[in-house]
């Protein structure tokens, strides 16, 4: 019998002490693991069969990752069939809470209204979520996976849970195979060294205060707050996004990794 896990990830707005010093609120992404008992061990084929999106092996035959963050479009398909079976109490407990984009002199009016809802967003990270909230985004994923599997001719699959990762967990995910890897791409910069891409940056992040974006050219990353979930390049297990773009939580209480596009280079590193 073996294990399988599966990584989705969410995003919220949360005060750190460490980020202060560069903003006040910071996008942290959750990294979800889905643990699946198995009947028999599955290889990557057999693992695509739970139809989470692009599955990645990122362990052996018994750790596989989605390959990019939960979107607001996969969001909004959780609060509808809440709403749906639950009614418009459930619905209002599970909104984001998009006041979190009001950061004084800022101008973040525009990302209040429109970042969660509007369709050219629908392929963006969802942040602004509770802890209570991702732990929803669980619950349903995980009943529909397994409700799903209980009427499948497949029954090498016995239950599938939803949770939060270790801190081990998402390192060993973010190194893409590598044991010394010090951000989730090879070497030891932030910028590409291929020759169709050299130069360009690998990840969202901040070069100083208040520079989320950086000037023309391959100075820039692209995006002024968090960029599309496929964005730059993949770890070596093509894992999207390990670092900067929203910062990831894991089990252990108040400890995130990653960065954000809100950070500066030194909170890339795994």
């Not at 980020?19 to 057999?46: A, E, H, M, P």
């Not at 016995?158 to 973010?174: K, M």
């Not at 030891?188 to 950086?214: E, H, P, V, W």
Request: proline content about 5%; glycine content about 8%.
């Amino acid at each position: 019998m073996g294990n399988i896990l599966f990584q989705v990830e969410l995003g919220c707005y949360v005060t750190k002490a460490f980020y202060l010093s560069y903003t006040t609120k910071n996008l942290l992404k959750r990294i979800i693991l889905f643990s699946v008992t198995l009947l028999q061990l599955l290889d990557c084929i057999g693992a695509e069969r739970l139809l989470v999106p692009n599955c990645k092996p990122v362990k052996g035959n018994y750790l596989f990752a989605a390959e990019t963050e939960v979107t607001n479009g996969q969001y909004l398909l959780f609060l509808a069939d809440e709403y749906k079976n639950y009614g418009y109490e459930r619905y209002l407990t599970l909104l984001p809470d998009t006041a979190q984009w009001n950061t004084p002199g800022r101008f973040n009016e525009p990302y209040q209204e429109h970042y969660f809802r509007h369709p050219a967003y629908r392929n963006y990270p969802v942040v602004n979520l509770t802890k209570k909230q991702v732990e929803a985004y669980c619950n349903w994923l995980e009943s529909k996976l397994n409700v799903q599997y209980a009427k499948s001719t497949d029954q090498s699959i016995v239950s599938i849970d939803v949770r939060l990762p270790s801190d081990r967990e998402w390192q060993e995910a973010a190194r893409g195979g590598d044991e010394n890897a010090i951000f989730p791409w090879p070497g030891l910069g932030l910028r590409n060294t291929t020759d169709k891409f050299k130069g360009q940056f690998m990840a969202n992040f901040t070069r100083g205060g208040g520079d989320y974006m950086g000037v023309a050219g391959s100075l820039n990353d692209g995006a002024d707050i968090t960029a599309p979930v496929q964005s730059y390049w993949p770890n070596g297990f093509g894992l999207y996004n390990m670092a900067g773009n929203v910062a990831e939580m894991v089990q252990e209480e108040g400890r995130t990794r990653g960065g954000s596009w809100a950070s500066r280079a030194p909170y890339l590193e795994i």
